[in-house]
């Protein structure tokens, strides 16, 4: 089946509910519409279809918003590699940060994150980044060190393959035309770049406290709630680019997992995960087993009115406080009210630090 029953709360497990008129289910019903579209059209439905089908529950444990029924892995699976397989947000970001001399709204707000995180767990050296590589720091210690002139040469550079001595004809050929298509697209952004710095200047610099992390490292996890591998774009992977352009190693989040030893030193003073846990299979468990990799963790979640239908779960604002109650030996604090927001709210804060 296309569409499956969710009938226990996909963060706690609780089966205790109450049918829910705001978060997922508030303002903003058509949200992801333009993900579900794909959904709608495996399942040989309509997108109003789809939406109307799927109600919106609220967990009287947790308090998370989640969907009953929902899109079967099948179905997902079908969204992220064929309908919709690169993550617009994400490569958005990407792209504005390589030939913009001023932060965009995301990158201005981790920037106020960063500060903050610096003052209240000190010096970061060492980083990891759950999950999308577009949307936390990586992005932001990479401007720090390169001018947008050079972030557009390593852009250049890194849409250009060599060719390989194995290749047959066919791969030449696709890769002499790609050459081309990449030049093009260098020189698109070469021309935004003047006319940028044109309207706005140089930008604003941005200083952090303390030496940027020197060991930058990003987790991949596949499921069939997000992009993963397949998230492509100007012939590579995200992943690709975030080791090419922005110097991070990229690692399964499971492999690293089964190398630790009971008992061992956090690897790294933060790890990052962006607008990403509530595209997990089990959010909790995410969170518990990054604590076992990194000395503290910083969450930015969507809010949950602004979430839509094609995510399965969203977390209520008091999911800091809940998360006290089920995390042992960690201190969770939230730092949405310290954060000031351009807009209407649209993400939750949270740090949380082995205790």
Known sequence: MGIID????PVCGSDSRQEASDGIASVRKDSGRHYLKFAAYKLGLTIEQVLEAIKVFQCDKCHSYYCDPWISGE???????????????GWGNFEHWVSSPSP?????ANRRLYQLLEGKIGQIARYAEYGCPFQGFLLLFRGMEVSPEKRIALFSEAITRSPDVRWTTSP????????????LTAGYHRIRLMKETGRNGKGQSFTSRHPLPAKRTLFTQETTKHWGNNCVRYGGSCSYYSSRILGADVLPFDEKLRLLTDGAEAEFDLLGIFNMLDHTNAPTEVLRDSLRLARNVVVVNHHASMAGKQHLFAFHDSFPQWLASTLDGAKIEDLSALLPQDSAKGYNHILISRS
Do not use: K, L
């Open 104 to 108: 965009n709204t995301v990158e201005a």
């Open 172 to 183: 030449r050929i696709f890769n002499g035309m790609q050459r081309f298509a990449g030049w």
């Open 75 to 89: 179905t997902a699976s079908y969204i992220f590699t064929e309908g919709a397989p690169d993550h617009m947000a």
């Open 6 to 9: 969710v009938t226990s709360c």
